[in-house]
């Protein structure tokens, strides 16, 4: 009878392993979180350096000027790809999370200098600039416009 008693797990036992099991849990969704979040902002850099491509290929076109639009917030890109896109791209890309950010284009008045932007999963931007400049900043860098 003895032998029978010594078989099962104690209940401290099954909780430190029941611990263990959620701790394990809970550091792979928060790197799997990292890891999505990451993913999400190095497609939103690689669509904007599409966005510039496109911008320039279209500039040679039309004398080196851009599209002109100069309102503060800028233009989402997606609303105005069919105008100014549609012989230079299939598709416009937009942002992995469409409902809560969308790609941002501004130029100065005369269209001969841009700059793209998109949230980034921080509180941060990144942009892109008509003069090659491309960099995360919490603000419109001074030399973009």
């Known amino acids: 009878m003895d032998n029978l008693e010594n078989k099962g797990f104690t209940l401290i036992e099954l909780l430190v392993v029941i611990s263990i099991i959620g701790i394990l849990a809970s550091l792979a969704l928060t790197s799997y979180s990292r890891a ?46 069919s105008d100014w896109f549609t012989n230079y791209m299939a598709s416009c890309p937009e942002d992995p999370k469409p ?12 269209g001969t200098t841009y700059v793209l932007w998109a949230n980034l999963e921080t509180a941060d931007f990144w942009y892109v600039c008509s003069n090659g400049i491309s960099q995360v ?6 030399n973009c416009l």
Not at 99 to 110: E, F, K, P, V, W
Not at 137 to 142: E, H, Q, V
């Open 36 to 81: 999505q979040k990451q993913t999400r902002d190095t497609q939103r850099k690689s669509d904007l350096n599409q966005y510039r491509n496109v911008l320039e290929n279209r500039a040679g076109a039309y004398g080196g000027l851009y599209p002109v639009y100069g309102g503060g917030n800028g233009v989402v890109i997606s609303n105005r790809c």
């Open 137 to 142: 900043s919490s603000s419109l860098p001074a």
């Open 99 to 110: 409902l809560t950010s969308q790609y941002r284009y501004r130029s100065n008045g005369a």
